[in-house]
């Protein structure tokens, strides 16, 4: 299992940018997908983004464009940069480690984007 935290959540205007992080207690190479989803009140949690121990990445298709998966090996660090926030984006963030088909979830952080 994987201990992860976020951090980076807050309140923005619309239009703003937010980075958010997710520290690993493991070295992210040995993670099989690394991922960003999202849980708005009412709605199902959804996958924002993700990357794979190989560096590939997707996005949903409400944020390409707009957001940014990355990590830094040294740090055992996710980020997801997000640009261009709409109101839509409010939402309590969760990071996801997959790790040899055991998923674990961070204790997730606030994003909320209001004028």
């Known amino acids: 299992q994987v201990q992860l935290v976020e951090s980076g959540g807050g309140l923005v205007q619309p239009g703003g940018s937010l980075r958010l992080s997710c520290v690993a207690s493991?070295?992210?190479?040995?993670?099989?997908?690394m991922g960003w989803y999202r849980q708005a009140p009412g709605k199902q949690r959804e996958l924002v983004a993700a990357?794979?121990?190989?560096?590939?990445?997707n996005y949903a298709d409400s944020v390409k464009g707009r957001f940014t998966i990355s990590r830094d090996s040294a740090k055992n660090t996710v980020y997801l940069r997000m640009n261009s926030l709409k109101p839509e984006d409010t939402a309590v963030y969760y990071c996801?480690?997959?790790?040899?088909?055991?998923?674990?979830w961070g204790q997730g952080t606030q994003v909320t984007v209001s004028s």
């Open positions: 493991r070295t992210i190479f040995s993670i099989d997908v």
């Open positions: 996801n480690a997959q790790l040899r088909g055991m998923g674990s």
């Open positions: 990357i794979t121990s190989g560096g590939s990445t």
